[in-house]
């Protein structure tokens, strides 16, 4: 009897290191991303999974700023990619990130609610400083929200737009929101006029989608602003060498041709 348990204690032994042998224990790389990457990085994600079947890709996905503040106050990641360079700043004077590198270019739209008094109201560029107008925009402390003000301060020195365009506008707004997909949910659902987003959050493969009850108008190019989105491994990483491997698939041909398919610029484009 004792020698049959001592085999089936052997059997065991050996069915197990043949087990964990056999099927890769599941390795997982948490990646921080930018609430307008959402799309495109769930494509990286599986395109990066089909490299590697034992390999599980977490997207967090979220307002720049949170993220950085997150990593900040000792959240566990690989990668961060960020909507601008001063959310990566804010993690790298911390010690958090090693070689951020500029990964793709956005740019940004005006959105308005497809509703026939909008279209009264909201004609061109110029009537988003009506009074009345009710505009919503990402925070100040959102890369967003950063590059929409900074857009209309540009549009303060077009021609016929007055050096207080910018003022009269950011007068009209009426919430200030966390991340810039908040924006068009609010334009969208009518509870504001109009908003300015990215120009990836209007485009893609489900473009028809996505502009679904919402109007995109343009800023001109000599006024727009060329957002920076900017990705890094974070120094302690759990995986060094499948946290690069992310990076080098972002920054590669086919990365950036996904990147490109949701509305985003390649990161050599000029």
Same mark, same amino acid.
């Not at 009897?1 to 050996?14: D, F, K, T």
């Not at 009074?131 to 925070?139: D, E, I, Q, S, Y």
């Not at 929409?148 to 910018?166: I, K, T, V």
């Not at 080098?248 to 000029?270: M, T, Y």
């Given at each position: ?30 990646? #921080? ?212 491997? #992310? ?14 398919? #949701? ?8």
């Amino acid at each position: 009897m004792r020698n049959s348990r001592s085999l089936l204690a052997l059997i065991l032994v050996l069915s197990g290191c043949r087990r964990d042998r056999d099927v890769p224990e599941e390795r997982a790389l948490t990646v #921080f991303a930018a609430a307008s990457l959402v799309e495109a990085f769930g494509e990286l994600e599986a395109a990066f999974e089909r490299q590697d079947s034992s390999l599980d890709v977490r997207l967090n996905i979220a307002g720049s700023q949170q993220l950085a503040s997150q990593l900040v106050r000792g959240a566990v990641a690989d990668v961060f990619a960020a909507a601008d360079r001063e959310a990566m700043q804010f993690a790298a004077d911390r010690g958090l990130v090693l070689a951020p590198e500029v990964f793709a270019h956005n740019r940004l739209v005006v959105i308005a609610a497809r509703r026939p008094d909008v279209d009264d109201m909201l004609v061109d560029l110029l009537n988003l400083a009506t009074p009345g107008l009710k505009l919503v925009l990402a925070a100040p402390e959102v890369p967003a929200g950063r590059y929409a003000r900074q857009a209309l301060r540009n549009l303060s020195r077009a021609p016929g737009y007055g050096p207080d365009f910018a003022d009269r506008v950011l007068g009209n707004v009426v919430s200030d929101e966390v991340d810039v997909r908040s924006v068009l949910t609010k334009v969208r659902l009518g509870e504001a006029h109009a908003g300015i987003v990215y120009a990836s959050d209007v485009s893609g493969p489900d473009s028809l989608r996505r502009r679904e009850g919402i109007r995109v108008m343009r800023i001109p190019a000599a006024y727009d602003v060329r957002a920076e989105y900017v990705i890094a491994r974070l120094r302690s990483v759990r995986d060094s060498a499948t946290a690069d491997a #992310f990076l080098r698939l972002v920054l590669s041909a086919d990365g950036q041709a996904i990147l490109e398919r #949701f509305g985003f610029e390649r990161s050599g484009a000029p």
